[in-house]
């Protein structure tokens, strides 16, 4: 199995770069990624259930990958922004 920050990184492929470095700076942006692969893995499971409540599944599984998905956009932002120093005296 893949990892979490693999996994993102081949969805953000065009911010692969940045996602590398945040993750080996930032173990809540780790955790985040590997939640982020398991949603995806578990969605994948409940679509190929023919349980009852697979339909229903499907939704919160889509609805908490979008939330992640929105999360690790804004943390690779965050990290992206360079702050201003001070003048120096």
């Known amino acids: ?17 940045a996602i590398e470095e945040l993750a080996a700076r930032k173990e809540g942006f780790r955790d985040l990624c590997d939640d982020f692969l398991t ?14 409540e697979r339909d229903e599944r499907i939704a919160e599984y889509q609805e908490l990958i979008d939330s992640m998905r929105i999360e690790i956009e804004q943390a690779l932002d965050r990290a992206a922004i360079v702050p201003l120093r001070p003048p120096l005296r």
């Open 39 to 52: 949603a995806h893995d578990e969605k994948q499971q409940w679509e190929g259930s023919s349980a009852p």
């Open 1 to 17: 199995m893949e990892n979490g920050v693999g996994f993102v990184r081949s969805c953000f492929k065009e911010r692969a770069k």
